[in-house]
């Protein structure tokens, strides 16, 4: 067959997209878009994807083109670039398929009480096998896949596609719900499972499946209350994110999740090793992005009760405040608390202090975010966010900033990137574009499946971003430990970040070369010192004292994002030694967000 016509799972169903229930009440109207597509049918000349852009309104100065149609993809729920530019699509065919409605509680609303009891995977099977019998052949039909799409030609559109991996349809296999490529390896969410897949020498083929982690999604929950969120930290960790489905994992007879009512943000070593739960109290938080500071952040979406949807800090060991069992209440107060005690609220006198709250209500049906890397869309993008919003075709991507307020964040500002477009995911590409998929959540029609390019014309000039391109497409592994040190100086944090992991990867023989950088007047080439830092001691922990010895003198700068940062590196090696340093931090005239993260690492040491 043809890569360019590969036929989707076939269903004589209808299910909504992922990313929101709102989706439902898209797909029964009627939609410019979809009056775009037929009259594409009709002309038989240009793609309903190319008329659409017509329809979409766009920052002044940008452009959007279409990089890929439904020719080449369906059912996209994420997708990602890879450093050398080729995009893996999660598919989904099993997203609220009606016939044994598997995905959603609501159609069975008589489920609720057994659905709410479940505390583990094999409850759900058992809640299954009793409720739907003969059935369960239907849902194993039905499979997710990853596809991967490529431009070949470079002409700046894609014209090849291809099944990555596929056979996800056991019985209690959810949504293709989240990926993320890097270096050959793929990492994959599909609950119940958080999945590792590696290619041979660019093969375009999975030959390794693995699962790292089982037991995510303990319940049927909410439509597109999934696992997701996948991205690596400037610690070298992998994070990822699942709503309020709850997790419940095992290892070797021991409990190592037990986290059934609420939705969380985990944090992994690359491999899965040394599993962490890092933040709860969400409710559907579908999307992670790290800032170039290390801060991670989050939109997470509202009830539907009265409440709104939320920028989140998410904060290591913070509690949000969600609790599953709210979202169906009713007497005498709609959703109980999380209403009646405004625990969705920004922060407000008389608060309970038991949460971590929002920064601001932003949004109605947040699903990507993704933070500008540093090249490509001209200075005005600089530490901005994008944000889509999926509301059918009302909704589109946004563009915010936020600003330090004590020890958290405040919204400073926010305003429409591209709109009137049902995006379901944003990415940054290695060419310094924005990408977009979008879907209208129709599973009988490929209609509407597209992933759009949102460039800035300017950018082609722009020796960075081909400078950027180049070394993402390189990578690390043959330069100097001298050039890797000078690009974590490099404007793209991606460039800094892989520099920053080449020279951990050297292990001791690199920590010289990062002392080195500390004393630079630069600061963000100082943090990513500081992070690789931490790396190589937490790989070498016999040889910490020698190693960290420079991240407790940072204590002292008077940077105090060095600071900040070089107090949370030593709490996360648990480095001993490091306690009076940062105890004096708690005690001087630092700033609150100082000594947040000192009295952070002090509870990490005891």
């Known amino acids: 067959m043809h890569p360019k016509t ?26 410019s878009f979809a009056l775009a597509v037929e009259t594409s049918n009709q002309a038989n000349t240009v793609s309903g994807g190319e008329l659409a852009i017509a329809q979409m309104e766009v920052t002044p100065g940008l452009k959007v083109s279409l990089f890929a149609d439904e020719s080449l993809i369906s059912h996209p729920v994420a997708f990602c670039a890879d450093e050398k530019g080729r995009f893996f699509v999660a598919e989904s065919f099993r997203f609220m398929e009606p016939n044994g409605a598997w995905s959603d509680i609501r159609p069975r609303m008589d489920w609720l009480d057994e659905d709410l009891a479940c505390r583990n995977l094999e409850d759900r099977q058992k809640l299954y096998l009793s409720r739907l019998g003969p059935k369960i052949s239907e849902w194993k039909q039905l499979s997710e ?24 349809n056991d019985i209690l296999d959810g949504t293709a719900a989240g990926i993320m490529a890097r270096k050959g390896t793929v990492w994959f969410t599909c609950i119940p499972s958080l999945w590792q897949l590696r290619e041979s020498a660019g093969s375009g083929k999975a030959d390794l499946k693995k699962s790292l982690h089982r037991g995510f999604g303990v319940r049927l929950g909410y439509l597109g209350h999934d696992l997701h969120g996948l991205c690596i930290g400037p610690d070298g960790k992998l994070y990822f994110s699942i709503g309020d489905r709850g ?3 095992e290892k070797d007879v021991a409990r190592v999740v037990d986290l059934p009512d609420t939705g969380a943000v985990f944090r992994c070593n690359q491999n899965g090793s040394n599993l962490e739960v890092f933040a709860t109290g969400l409710r559907n938080p579908q999307e ?20 709104k949807a939320r920028g989140v800090y998410v904060v290591e060991g913070g509690d949000s405040g969600w609790r599953v069992g709210f979202q169906h209440v009713t007497y005498p107060i709609v959703l109980g608390p999380w209403n009646s005690e405004k625990l969705w609220h920004p922060s407000w006198k008389g608060q309970s202090a038991a949460i971590v709250p929002p920064i601001a209500n932003f949004a109605q049906g947040p699903s990507g975010v993704a933070y500008y890397p540093g090249t490509g869309m001209g200075a005005e993008f600089e530490d901005k966010f994008l944000v889509c919003d999926f509301l059918g075709d009302n909704g589109g991507i946004h563009s915010l900033s936020v600003q330090p307020k004590g020890a958290s964040f405040e919204l400073t500002g926010s305003s429409h990137f591209v709109w009137r477009i049902p995006a379901t995911d944003v990415e940054f590409g290695p060419d310094g574009s924005v990408y977009a998929c979008t879907w209208n959540g129709n599973v009988d029609a490929q209609s509407l499946a597209y992933i759009y390019k949102i460039s800035n014309p300017l950018s082609d000039v722009d020796t960075q971003v081909s400078e950027t391109q180049r070394l993402l497409a390189e990578g690390m592994s043959r330069r100097s430990d001298m050039e890797l040190a000078k690009w974590l100086d490099h404007k793209d944090m991606r460039i800094r970040r892989e520099a920053q992991f080449g020279l951990v990867e ?16 630069e600061t963000l080439p100082r943090l990513h010192a500081l992070w690789g830092l931490g790396q190589i001691a937490t790989k070498f922990p016999k040889q910490r004292t020698r190693i960290l010895k420079s991240v407790i003198a940072a204590l002292e700068y008077p940077d105090l994002e060095v600071q900040t940062q070089a107090a949370k590196v030593l709490g996360d090696t648990g480095h001993q030694e490091a306690f009076d340093p940062l105890a004096d931090l708690l005690s001087g005239t630092s700033a609150p967000r100082v000594r947040f993260f000192a ?3 002090l509870g990490k040491l005891g």
């Open 6 to 31: 590969l036929a989707p799972v076939k269903s004589n169903s209808t299910k909504t997209n992922s990313r929101t229930w709102l989706a439902v009440f898209f797909t029964l109207g009627i939609s």
């Open 506 to 521: 050297r292990g001791l023989a690199a920590v010289t070369t990062l002392e080195k950088v500390l004393p630079r007047p």
């Open 247 to 249: 997790t419940y994992i």
């Open 145 to 168: 896949r990853i596809r991967l799409i490529e431009d070949r030609d470079r002409d700046g559109k894609a014209d090849h596609a291809s099944v990555f991996a596929e056979g996800f």
């Open 599 to 601: 009295a952070q690492s």
């Open 288 to 307: 992670l992005a790290f800032d170039k500071f290390g801060n991670l952040w989050t939109c997470d979406n509202n009830a539907d009760h009265g409440d």
